[in-house]
């Protein structure tokens, strides 16, 4: 699986958009990348995920770079429930595993 | 609700005594996993198993077991071969579309003294 990387920390206001991004260089053609945050001793909990078109759903936006070597998660909104770990994570569709990295810790300020 | 459900959800034992923690799930997904996360750390895959009957060594099975006998059920057993058994664990499951995302348990702290 392909490595990311992440930002370890960022900060954002509360209402405004929150932009994280994540390098995959190296990725594959058939490597989709996925999103998952996890708040302080629960479970990661997933986000979104895409294979090279924009993809928006309720909680978010991810934005794919034409290259694919890049990919922007978007919470449009930001709210004091959004403070947690941003994982951006690529996985070969088909394979039964996730390689997890650092993450970026989002912090949210009133 | 479906979802998956670990317990208990926080756990302690003595050094040299194997524990098992549970992982249950009723969502129908044929694949389930187990991680492992230290702190600070990312996430690290221990097991998975993607059919009943059927299961692969992740990146740091060794001091760990696992078996599927029931599609719903993923119970880990920590054993005493473990060296450093505390830590927080994670079961997930998916289906075995090709990007079927993982779903994941809120966890079981396991504290080894």
């Known amino acids: 699986d392909a490595k990311t990387t992440q930002p370890p920390s960022m900060d954002c206001a509360e209402g405004r958009a929150a932009n994280l991004p994540c390098n995959h260089s190296?990725?594959?053609?058939?490597?989709?990348v996925y999103w998952y945050r996890q708040i302080h001793s629960q479970g990661p909990q997933y986000i979104i995920h895409?294979?090279?078109n924009n993809e928006t759903n309720e909680m978010a936006s991810l934005i794919i770079t034409e290259d694919r070597k890049s990919s922007t998660l978007i919470l449009p909104h930001a709210t004091l429930r959004d403070t947690a770990v941003y994982y951006c994570?690529?996985?070969?569709?088909?394979?039964?595993?996730?390689?997890f990295g650092q993450g970026t810790r989002l912090t949210i300020n009133p | 609700d479906g979802g998956i459900t670990q317990s208990p959800k926080y756990l302690f034992r003595k050094e040299g005594q194997n524990v098992t923690l549970s992982c249950e799930q009723n969502?129908?997904?044929?694949?389930m996993y187990w991680y492992r996360q230290d702190p600070g750390q990312g996430l690290r895959l221990i097991y998975y198993?993607?059919?009943?009957?059927?299961?692969q060594k992740g990146d740091i099975a060794e001091g760990y077991s696992v078996s599927r006998e029931k599609k719903e059920s993923f119970p880990l057993t920590v054993t005493s071969a473990q060296k450093n058994p505390t830590a927080f664990y994670l079961c997930?499951?998916?289906?075995?579309?090709?990007?079927?995302?993982?779903?994941f348990g809120n966890g079981t702290r396991l504290t080894v003294t």
């Open positions: 997930a499951s998916s289906n075995r579309d090709d990007n079927s995302p993982l779903h």
């Open positions: 190296t990725i594959s053609g058939n490597e989709y």
């Open positions: 895409g294979l090279k």
């Open positions: 994570i690529v996985r070969v569709g088909g394979a039964q595993k996730l390689v």
């Open positions: 969502l129908n997904h044929d694949a």
């Open positions: 198993s993607q059919i009943v009957n059927d299961f």
